[in-house]
């Protein structure tokens, strides 16, 4: 991998809207991210492996749990900090931004906001430190966009419960300590349980053969008459709202997140442009070469806008789920067209390990379905504006 020449672009001066704290976590990752991160992440992508030394560096720089607050171990960030972290990951990696959003908001949260005073205190600071991970099981071999039909459930023993089914697509599930599991209980109503590595009955196969996020580890949570413990159940929830609500938090690091994958690649393919000469000319000075730069910056910066719209929303806890949804439908794709475009830019280079572009792209199409498909997205899109449930 060649050195990692990134310059941060920002047209429309978004920058000024934040505080010197933001500016100062902003420069932490983002030189967390240049020193330990782009380095090596292309020959862990090839080799198909997590890096498990971004743990810890992970936890130095408060990317676990950012928005948790200082008396359950969390740094108490604002959510436009916590969207400046998922950027500056995302610069890096999709798969590094995944396992930090999947800790932050698919574990700790759901364990703060549902969790009992004894589940707080007993997991959050452990998983704040990056001591304990997690991995969050909703999807199942057969519902996936509709998670409402599950199947996994669990039975009352007495003094336990016992836990049968499988989850799938389980990002950090093979290396995960703990997992929040959902699941329905003898009425059929959706409950979360914390599930731990070492109770019998319960395995995480990995995944193999990903052309995507080949630097994460996702895998299958597999439950067969697991004996949870009854304090395990998060005793706050009940229902899809549980699990949805979690996804809220995670769709909007994500719709951060991938702005910062997005400006990877229009970076690299500015600089490119310029160097890359084709009949005596810089193919930048083409127009065909700068409708596409130009188009690429601009919807960078309308990404950009949004995002710093929906955290200041987020923070006075105005932010609807289905403004996030838009923006996460929008964001996603946003990058990922960026990323087939860049790729265009590089010629044949584009397809290499030399430049981030490819991986990117591949990272993408990971992110375009999981939180919510595309479509789905446009569908609570379609149902907020016109109050029409197009679902079913
Ligand atoms: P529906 O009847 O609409 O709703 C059921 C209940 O949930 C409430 N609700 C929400 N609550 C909070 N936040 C939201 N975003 C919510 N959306 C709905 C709703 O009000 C209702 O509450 P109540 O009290 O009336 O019961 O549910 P539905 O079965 O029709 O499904 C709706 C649908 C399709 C929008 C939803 O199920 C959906 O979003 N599907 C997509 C599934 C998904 O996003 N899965 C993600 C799995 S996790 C993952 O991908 C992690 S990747 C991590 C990484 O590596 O970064
Ligand atoms: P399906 O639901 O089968 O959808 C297939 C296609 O049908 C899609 O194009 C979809 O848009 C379309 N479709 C479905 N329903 C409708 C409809 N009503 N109208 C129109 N079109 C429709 N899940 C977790 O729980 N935890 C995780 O940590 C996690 N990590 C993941 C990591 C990776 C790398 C990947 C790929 C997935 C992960 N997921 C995780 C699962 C992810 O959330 C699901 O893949 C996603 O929700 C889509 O479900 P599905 O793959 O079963 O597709």
């Given at each position: 991998?060649?050195?990692?020449?990134?310059?941060?672009?920002?047209?429309?001066?978004?920058?000024?809207?934040?505080?010197?704290?933001?500016k100062l976590?902003?420069?932490t990752?983002?030189?967390?991210?240049?020193?330990?991160?782009?380095?090596?992440?292309e020959?862990y992508?090839?080799?198909a492996?997590f890096?498990?030394?971004?743990?810890k560096?992970?936890?130095?720089?408060?990317?676990?749990?950012?928005?948790i607050?200082?008396?359950?171990?969390?740094?108490?960030?604002d959510?436009?900090?916590?969207?400046?972290?998922?950027?500056?990951?995302?610069?890096?990696?999709?798969g590094?931004r995944s396992?930090?959003?999947?800790?932050s908001?698919?574990?700790?949260?759901?364990?703060?906001?549902?969790?009992?005073?004894?589940?707080?205190?007993?997991?959050?600071?452990?998983?704040?430190?990056?001591?304990?991970?997690?991995?969050?099981?909703?999807t199942?071999?057969?519902?996936?966009?509709n998670?409402?039909?599950?199947i996994?459930?669990?039975?009352?023993?007495g003094?336990?419960?016992i836990?049968?089914?499988a989850?799938?697509?389980?990002?950090?599930?093979p290396?995960?300590?703990?997992?929040?599991?959902?699941?329905?209980?003898e009425?059929?109503e959706?409950?979360?349980l914390?599930?731990?590595?070492?109770?019998?009955g319960?395995?995480?196969?990995?995944?193999?053969?990903?052309?995507?996020?080949?630097a994460s580890?996702t895998?299958?949570?597999v439950?067969?008459?697991?004996k949870?413990?009854?304090?395990?159940?998060?005793?706050?929830?009940k229902?899809?709202?549980?699990?949805l609500?979690c996804?809220?938090?995670?769709?909007?690091?994500i719709?951060?997140?991938?702005?910062?994958?997005?400006?990877?690649?229009?970076?690299?393919?500015?600089?490119?442009s310029?160097?890359r000469?084709?009949?005596g000319k810089?193919?930048?000075a083409?127009?065909?070469?700068?409708?596409?730069?130009?188009?690429?910056?601009?919807?960078?910066?309308?990404?950009?806008?949004?995002?710093w719209r929906l955290g200041v929303?987020?923070?006075?806890?105005?932010?609807?789920?289905?403004q996030?949804?838009?923006?996460?439908?929008n964001?996603?794709?946003m990058?990922l067209q960026?990323?087939?475009?860049?790729r265009?830019?590089?010629?044949?280079m584009?397809?290499?390990?030399?430049?981030?572009i490819?991986?990117?792209?591949?990272?993408?199409?990971s992110?375009?379905?999981?939180?919510?498909t595309?479509?789905?997205?446009?569908?609570?899109?379609?149902m907020?504006v016109?109050?029409?449930?197009?679902f079913m």
């Amino acid at each position: 991998m060649p050195a990692d020449n990134f310059q941060f672009h920002d047209h429309y001066l978004v920058d000024e809207l934040l505080t010197d704290e933001h500016k100062l976590i902003r420069d932490t990752v983002r030189a967390w991210v240049k020193k330990d991160v782009t380095p090596i992440v292309e020959e862990y992508a090839q080799r198909a492996e997590f890096p498990r030394q971004w743990i810890k560096g992970l936890a130095e720089i408060g990317g676990f749990g950012p928005y948790i607050p200082a008396e359950y171990g969390g740094p108490g960030l604002d959510q436009i900090a916590y969207g400046i972290i998922m950027m500056e990951l995302e610069r890096g990696d999709s798969g590094l931004r995944s396992t930090a959003s999947v800790q932050s908001s698919l574990v700790m949260y759901p364990i703060y906001a549902y969790g009992s005073e004894e589940q707080k205190k007993k997991y959050l600071p452990l998983l704040a430190r990056g001591e304990m991970m997690g991995c969050f099981g909703l999807t199942e071999p057969d519902y996936g966009s509709n998670p409402g039909g599950m199947i996994t459930n669990f039975k009352d023993a007495g003094d336990h419960y016992i836990l049968n089914g499988a989850k799938m697509w389980i990002s950090n599930a093979p290396f995960a300590d703990i997992a929040v599991v959902w699941a329905k209980d003898e009425q059929g109503e959706i409950r979360g349980l914390i599930v731990e590595r070492g109770m019998d009955g319960f395995t995480t196969p990995e995944t193999h053969g990903k052309w995507s996020l080949r630097a994460s580890a996702t895998g299958e949570l597999v439950f067969d008459n697991v004996k949870v413990p009854k304090e395990n159940l998060l005793p706050n929830v009940k229902g899809l709202k549980g699990p949805l609500g979690c996804l809220n938090s995670a769709r909007y690091g994500i719709s951060w997140g991938v702005i910062g994958a997005a400006l990877d690649c229009y970076d690299s393919a500015l600089r490119y442009s310029k160097e890359r000469i084709q009949f005596g000319k810089p193919i930048g000075a083409f127009q065909l070469t700068q409708k596409k730069l130009a188009e690429m910056i601009t919807e960078i910066t309308k990404a950009q806008l949004m995002c710093w719209r929906l955290g200041v929303l987020k923070n006075e806890n105005r932010a609807t789920p289905q403004q996030i949804s838009m923006a996460k439908r929008n964001n996603v794709n946003m990058a990922l067209q960026i990323a087939r475009e860049a790729r265009q830019i590089h010629g044949g280079m584009g397809i290499t390990g030399e430049y981030p572009i490819m991986r990117h792209m591949m990272n993408l199409e990971s992110v375009i379905t999981y939180e919510g498909t595309h479509d789905i997205h446009l569908l609570i899109t379609g149902m907020d504006v016109t109050g029409f449930n197009a679902f079913m």
